[in-house]
């Protein structure tokens, strides 16, 4: 069946937030304050330009509130900056997220927002869709933050793994690293999303050699690709330096590299044709990642590997009193990361 396509303009955020470590190579925390109300005050200005620029959807990078903490372990930062990160955390429902979403209100603008969330004594990698009369219209956490992430935040779950149709389309999230694994990205990519949000903290340029390999263009460009044929589905990658996006057949139709000064260039702007359609299929019998595909995955697994579960998918919840305490190690020093 065959849908017309209506122009959705995107705006992608790709400067920092106030305060964050520059440039992106930068492993110095000394004399940065964490502030979640300053972040606020700014996305509400990147949003009210966006929108007068003519923008409907507006995207931030992971972790945008309060900002990305980049180089913890090779800084003294759970000494530092972790209790401080924890008390600048957004809270749903909150006094900063209650300004947040009014201010969406007011301009009228669907918003992808990526935030570090406090809820409890624990602290999620959170992303939300809010339509543009303020609704929530997707909520979910990272399944399994990256490495030592996961000695911050706690784990999200897999019932968070879903697409909504929408006023802009059939839309699906996922964070970073979520973008690597087959656990993830299969059952999303199978709920055939139109319009995909995969939101980095941050991306530096191809070649560029002084940041960590996980934070380079080549690789996360190769990831945007691999689930825009997944899935069929436009991908929008909101970073902070380089961002872009991908139409379903894998071609890049928009960038912008992290050498474009931010105050010429804060935010990424493209129209894209997407089906916005009420009874586009929310699945395919027919494609890679179908039930029928899910189900030779699992009669193909090799049996001589013993079916021992491990400890990866364990569900795993961190404690910000205890993180506070400052009386652990950070798991890993990630892999790639050059010397310090």
């Given at each position: 069946m065959s849908h017309s396509t209506t122009p959705?303009?995107?705006?992608?955020?790709?400067?920092?937030p106030p305060n964050w470590p520059l440039p992106l190579a930068n492993r110095c925390w000394d004399g940065i304050t964490i502030n979640i109300d300053q972040c606020v005050s700014a996305a509400i200005e990147?949003?009210?330009?966006?929108?007068?620029?003519?923008?409907?959807?507006?995207?931030?990078p992971e972790l945008w509130f309060p900002g990305f903490p980049k180089w913890r372990e090779q800084n003294n930062w759970k000494e530092t900056h972790l209790a401080q990160y924890i008390d600048n955390s957004m809270v749903v429902g909150g006094e900063q997220w209650n300004r947040l979403i009014d201010?969406?209100?007011?301009?009228?603008v669907w918003t992808s927002l990526g935030f570090s969330e406090r809820a409890g004594d624990h602290i999620y990698m959170s992303q939300a869709l809010i339509s543009n009369v303020g609704e929530i219209v997707i909520h979910r956490h990272k399944l399994r933050p990256s490495g030592s992430e996961r000695d911050m935040f706690s784990d999200g779950t897999i019932d968070q793994?879903?697409?909504?149709?929408?006023?802009?389309?059939?839309?699906?999230?996922?964070?970073?690293?979520?973008?690597?694994?087959?656990?993830?990205?299969?059952?999303?990519?199978?709920?055939?999303?139109k319009l995909h949000i995969g939101a980095f903290p941050y991306v530096t340029d191809y070649k560029d050699t002084a940041e960590s390999f996980w934070f380079n263009a080549e690789l996360t460009s190769n990831l945007a690709a691999s689930f825009a044929f997944l899935s069929g589905a436009h991908v929008i990658m909101p970073a902070i330096g380089y961002a872009f996006i991908f139409d379903p057949m894998t071609r890049k139709v928009a960038e912008i590299k992290d050498e474009v000064?931010?105050?010429?260039?804060?935010?990424?702007?493209?129209?894209?044709?997407?089906?916005?359609?009420?009874?586009?299929?929310?699945?395919?019998?027919?494609?890679?990642?179908?039930?029928?595909?899910?189900?030779?995955?699992?009669?193909?697994?090799?049996?001589?590997?013993?079916?021992?579960?491990?400890?990866?998918t364990t569900h795993r919840k961190v404690s910000c009193d205890l993180l506070?305490?400052?009386?652990?190690?950070?798991?890993?020093?990630?892999?790639?990361?050059?010397?310090?």
């Amino acid at each position: 069946m065959s849908h017309s396509t209506t122009p959705l303009k995107v705006a992608i955020v790709r400067c920092p937030p106030p305060n964050w470590p520059l440039p992106l190579a930068n492993r110095c925390w000394d004399g940065i304050t964490i502030n979640i109300d300053q972040c606020v005050s700014a996305a509400i200005e990147h949003i009210n330009q966006a929108k007068a620029n003519g923008a409907e959807l507006v995207t931030f990078p992971e972790l945008w509130f309060p900002g990305f903490p980049k180089w913890r372990e090779q800084n003294n930062w759970k000494e530092t900056h972790l209790a401080q990160y924890i008390d600048n955390s957004m809270v749903v429902g909150g006094e900063q997220w209650n300004r947040l979403i009014d201010a969406i209100k007011t301009v009228g603008v669907w918003t992808s927002l990526g935030f570090s969330e406090r809820a409890g004594d624990h602290i999620y990698m959170s992303q939300a869709l809010i339509s543009n009369v303020g609704e929530i219209v997707i909520h979910r956490h990272k399944l399994r933050p990256s490495g030592s992430e996961r000695d911050m935040f706690s784990d999200g779950t897999i019932d968070q793994f879903y697409c909504v149709n929408s006023a802009i389309g059939r839309v699906s999230m996922m964070e970073c690293g979520e973008h690597f694994y087959p656990s993830m990205t299969f059952p999303m990519a199978a709920q055939r999303p139109k319009l995909h949000i995969g939101a980095f903290p941050y991306v530096t340029d191809y070649k560029d050699t002084a940041e960590s390999f996980w934070f380079n263009a080549e690789l996360t460009s190769n990831l945007a690709a691999s689930f825009a044929f997944l899935s069929g589905a436009h991908v929008i990658m909101p970073a902070i330096g380089y961002a872009f996006i991908f139409d379903p057949m894998t071609r890049k139709v928009a960038e912008i590299k992290d050498e474009v000064p931010y105050s010429e260039q804060p935010i990424l702007y493209h129209t894209l044709n997407i089906d916005m359609s009420s009874n586009v299929p929310t699945h395919d019998p027919d494609c890679q990642v179908s039930y029928g595909t899910l189900r030779q995955i699992n009669e193909s697994f090799p049996a001589y590997i013993p079916k021992n579960e491990g400890s990866l998918t364990t569900h795993r919840k961190v404690s910000c009193d205890l993180l506070k305490k400052g009386n652990w190690e950070w798991c890993e020093t990630g892999p790639g990361t050059p010397a310090k």
